[in-house]
T-cell receptor
C-alpha cells in the first residue's frame, strides 16, 4: 500500500521567514495530494491540494509543488505569521481508492515573533 | 465546504464500556469516513461508512470492535466497543465533497476519548 513520509517533524521559524515541509510517497498511482493544518484541539483543516496533472499551485502565502517523477511534494509558506503555528499533515490518495487518504506523520510548525 | 459536527466532543470512559460517536453533515454526501488519531500521532483510516450497506474496514480494524452505521447521506455513527486504555484517541469523521469540479475531503472537529 501507499506509504507517505514527511519531514521535518518539527520546524521553528522566525516570523516573516519561509517554511518548507517535504513529503515523499511510494505508490506511483497516487494522484491527489492534500495538505491539512491542525490547530490544538481542532480537526484538520484543508489548506491546499494538488493533483497529478499540475506541478505547482499557489494560494496567497501558501504554495505546493509536486514532482511525480521523484514522487515527492512540498508545502511552502511564505511570510510566516504566529497564526501559522500548528501541525501540518500531507496526504496522498489514488483514483481507485477514492477518499482513502494516507497521511504523513505531521510537522509541528512554531512561528516565533 | 460542509459543516460537520460530532458528538460528543470529548468523553472519559471506563474500561470495558462502549461509546457511540455521532457525525452530522449539513448537506448530503456520498462518502463518509472515520479516522483515528492517537495522542501526538497522525491520522489512520478506520473505515469507509457506506450508506445502505456495511462499512468497509481497513486492515487492522474490525466490525466487532468499531461497528459503524450510515442510515442516510447526512449522518453516521462509530461505536468503540469494549474499550481499553489503548483506545484513547481522537476519533474524526470526514466527508468527501465535490467542489469546483474536484473532490475534496473535510474533517469534523473530532471526539477526544480517554479510557481509564
Amino acid at each position: 500500500g501507499e506509504n507517505v513520509e514527511q519531514h521535518p517533524s518539527t520546524l521553528s521559524v522566525q516570523e516573516g521567514d519561509s517554511a518548507v515541509i517535504k513529503c515523499t510517497y511510494s505508490d506511483s498511482a497516487s494522484n491527489y495530494f492534500p495538505w491539512y493544518k491542525q490547530e490544538l484541539g481542532k480537526g484538520p483543516q484543508l489548506i491546499i491540494d494538488i493533483r497529478s496533472n499540475v506541478g505547482e499551485k499557489k494560494d496567497q502565502r501558501i504554495a505546493v509543488t509536486l514532482n511525480k517523477t521523484a514522487k515527492h511534494f512540498s508545502l511552502h509558506i511564505t511570510e510566516t505569521q504566529p497564526e501559522d503555528s500548528a501541525v501540518y499533515f500531507c496526504a496522498a490518495s489514488k483514483g481507485d481508492s477514492w477518499g482513502k487518504l494516507q497521511f504523513g506523520a505531521g510537522t509541528q510548525v512554531v512561528v516565533t515573533p | 465546504s460542509a459543516v460537520i459536527s460530532q458528538k460528543p466532543s470529548r468523553d472519559i470512559c471506563q474500561r470495558g464500556t462502549s461509546l457511540t460517536i455521532q457525525c452530522q453533515v449539513d448537506s448530503q454526501v456520498t462518502m463518509m469516513f472515520w479516522y483515528r488519531q492517537q495522542p501526538g500521532q497522525s491520522l489512520t483510516l478506520i473505515a469507509t461508512a457506506n450508506q445502505g450497506s456495511e462499512a468497509t474496514y481497513e486492515s487492522g480494524f474490525v466490525i466487532d470492535k468499531f461497528p459503524i452505521s450510515r442510515p442516510n447521506l447526512t449522518f453516521s455513527t462509530l461505536t468503540v466497543s469494549n474499550m481499553s486504555p489503548e483506545d484513547s484517541s481522537i476519533y474524526l469523521c470526514s466527508v468527501d465533497i465535490s467542489r469546483r469540479g474536484s473532490n475534496e475531503q473535510f474533517f469534523g472537529p473530532g471526539t477526544r476519548l480517554t479510557v481509564l
